[in-house]
């Protein structure tokens, strides 16, 4: 059988095993697709969800870091500043979370995890360009708009926020926290 095929093979059967939960089988398979063919990241990035499920950190970082050395991602980088954030270390994960959203700026880890990270460090004002990059993209996209108008409204920018949350209401008229900020907008 040709290296590249083995290695199709294994990365599938190490995916169907980790969403069915079977971390043992998950991670044999994923090893063999490391050891049959040239280096890819993909196995790396599953044996690092893998270690996430099993709840060690460590190894996962390890994983995500070998993927990321091969080719970096923003799977990669996020992975890492995921950990990077459970262990406390806030301001180095946010970083992350931005090189990952510069990759893909639909990174939905990413970006919620800036939305938790701004807040934390008071950086709010930084994450509202990706916020608003984001829209762009996926406009329909509510939570992430509702989220632009509460980073608006910290920032002093009340009339922005207002305009987002109408943004929302216009499609989504039941939308009751929408409302209800721009009810406190308003007030």
């Known amino acids: 059988m040709s290296g590249h095929l083995d290695y199709e093979i294994n ?29 890819h990241p993909d196995p790396y990035l599953g044996l690092a969800t893998v270690a996430v499920q099993r709840g060690d950190l460590n190894d996962a970082e ?18 890492i500043g995921l950990i990077r954030m459970e262990n406390g ?55 992430v708009r509702y989220s632009l108008a509460g980073c608006l409204v910290c920032a002093g920018q009340t009339e922005a926020a207002a305009k987002q949350l109408e943004i929302i209401l216009e499609k989504d008229p039941e939308h009751n926290a929408a409302k209800e900020m721009l009810e406190q907008i308003r007030s």
């Open 11 to 39: 990365k599938e059967l190490g995916e169907c095993y980790l969403f069915m939960g079977e971390l043992d089988k998950a991670e044999e398979y994923y090893k063999k697709a490391v050891g049959s063919n040239g280096v």
């Open 62 to 79: 390890i994983m995500y870091r070998k993927a990321h050395k091969i080719e970096p991602s923003d799977k990669s980088l996020s992975g």
């Open 89 to 143: 270390d806030k301001e180095e994960a946010f970083t992350l979370f931005v090189e990952a959203i510069g990759m893909n700026p639909e990174n939905m880890v990413a970006l919620f995890s800036l939305i938790r990270l701004g807040h934390e460090l008071n950086r709010l004002g930084e994450i509202i360009p990706h916020l608003e990059n984001y829209l762009e993209i996926d406009p329909a996209k509510h939570e």
